[in-house]
């Protein structure tokens, strides 16, 4: 990504207004990620983490879970993790909260939870169709941190890199930060490392030296 580009986007953001609040500005984290700005991507990813369990809730109103673990992850606020799970399991009685989206959600807060009640149907389900590609990935990512099968999980996160730039050149993630940066892969290299995977991908998308930044404050204790 362009150093200009995500300047300029930075310039050109208007505070939000909207009962939101900052609920979006993940997207300005995204961009100091990338500029190599790792304390105030952090902030901003943790004042955007907390803002998000305040209502209204977009990720739940927008069916995107996924924001909810994916920003706890990047904003180093792993000891919230109880109250993901909490959210997560209310959300399971919307329409939407079996969505593949939701499926990818559980599934990791069960991992960093150190849960395997219910980690094994979340992956089942994110694996039953193999055209959706990016379930498929993540599927396969998951279980390969949980066999500790580094080679398989490289494999997976490749292939879920490859779906985001997909999206990210010609699909809905275009024209934001969101497409410049693949959270969930971020998540997933992150956790790994918690596992003690070296992760040596080196793509885009993926910027592992924000990863280095979280994992040099000290592990998290997991709950």
């Not at 362009?2 to 909207?18: C, Q």
Request: hydrophobic share 40%; proline share 4%; charged share 20%.
């Amino acid at each position: 990504m362009e150093r200009s580009k995500i300047t300029k986007y930075l310039k050109t953001y208007k505070k939000r207004t909207t009962p939101y609040r900052n609920q979006l500005d993940f997207q300005l984290a995204i961009c100091y990620t990338l500029l190599g700005e790792y304390d105030q991507a952090q902030r901003l990813y943790e004042n955007n983490f907390l803002d998000m369990f305040a209502s209204p809730k977009l990720w739940k109103k927008s069916g995107q879970p996924y924001w909810l673990i994916d920003i706890c992850v990047l904003s180093g606020r792993l000891d919230l993790l109880a109250d993901v799970k909490s959210e997560l399991n209310d959300y399971k009685s919307d329409k939407l909260g079996n969505s593949p989206a939701a499926l990818y959600a559980n599934a990791m807060t069960d991992l960093l939870l150190s849960s395997k009640s219910d980690i094994s149907i979340s992956i089942f389900g994110l694996l039953k169709d193999p055209r959706i590609k990016i379930c498929i990935a993540l599927g396969e990512a998951l279980n390969s941190i949980i066999a500790n099968n580094q080679p398989a999980f490289e494999s997976a996160l490749i292939n879920l890199l490859e779906v985001h730039e997909g999206q990210a050149t010609r699909g809905s993630l275009r024209s934001t930060p969101e497409g410049w940066l693949c959270m969930s892969a971020m998540s997933l290299a992150y956790v790994a490392q918690l596992h003690n995977f070296q992760v040596k991908v080196v793509n885009d998308y993926l910027n592992l030296g924000y990863l280095e930044f979280l994992l040099l404050r000290g592990k998290p204790t997991k709950h």
